[in-house]
């Protein structure tokens, strides 16, 4: 049962472009949600993320938008930009128990941002 | 210091070898991780460490084990490992919502 969706495998823009990457989830129990950064061979990076009492975080070029009632999350990056190419994982979190340790992980959108 | 540190980058070893994967952070991290990550497939987490004690284990076969020796170091010993747990190692720590990552350990069992 895959809790937290990514359902487009891939994506591509131009550079100066805005990208947006969708995630849905199905556990109502998430209250923290992430995106992390991931070049192959390294360890994810993290980039934004947002609590469930908000419904937008911004830092830079970079906005995530929580939509609760429908469990979706987006991550806009305006402009994008080549370095921005890598692969975008959205992960959420609950807050009790040891639900507040593990962090359930989407399966990917790799991020293709051409000159 | 903001890095997760992990070594040794690569790791080639036999079926029959026993190796050690070694993690260490100095954030003043309570919670520390460690997630196997297969090609194409997101991290799956192994185990979770919080204030040096076990707090979760992913159903792990007993060939992993892990060992919080300190607050700032996590060690994962390999025993008898199979060619499919050929993978990427990530080491994470945490001190509230956001998990940082080491860059990983990428092992090989042949």
């Known amino acids: 049962d895959q809790q937290v969706k990514q359902n487009s495998p891939s994506l591509s823009v131009q550079e100066g472009r805005i990208s947006i990457l969708n995630c849905d989830y199905t556990n109502s129990m998430f209250d923290y949600f992430l995106w992390y950064k991931k070049y192959p061979a390294e360890g994810p990076t993290f980039l934004i993320s947002i609590s469930s009492i908000k419904d937008k975080n911004e830092d830079g070029r970079f906005t995530v938008f929580l939509n609760k009632s429908a469990k979706h999350l987006s991550l806009h990056i305006v402009p994008s930009q080549p370095g921005d190419s890598a692969v975008y994982f959205c992960?959420?979190?609950?807050?009790?128990?040891?639900?507040?340790?593990?962090?359930?992980f989407g399966k990917g959108t790799l991020l293709t941002v051409n000159p | 210091d903001t890095e997760v540190t992990q070594t040794p980058k690569h790791l080639v070893m036999g079926m029959t070898n026993k190796k050690s994967l070694k993690c260490e952070q100095h954030m003043g991290h309570r919670a520390m991780y460690w997630y196997k990550q297969k090609a194409k497939k997101p991290p799956e987490l192994m185990f979770v460490y919080s204030y040096e004690k076990l707090s979760i284990n992913e159903s792990v076969p007993s060939r992993f084990s892990p060992e919080c020796p300190n607050s700032s170091l996590l060690n994962l010993h390999l025993h008898a490992l199979q060619p499919e747990d050929s993978a990427l190692y990530l080491c994470a720590s945490s001190g509230a919502n956001v998990l940082t990552f080491g860059a990983g350990s990428r092992l090989t069992v042949l």
């Open positions: 992960a959420a979190k609950g807050n009790s128990g040891g639900s507040n340790y593990k962090l359930t």
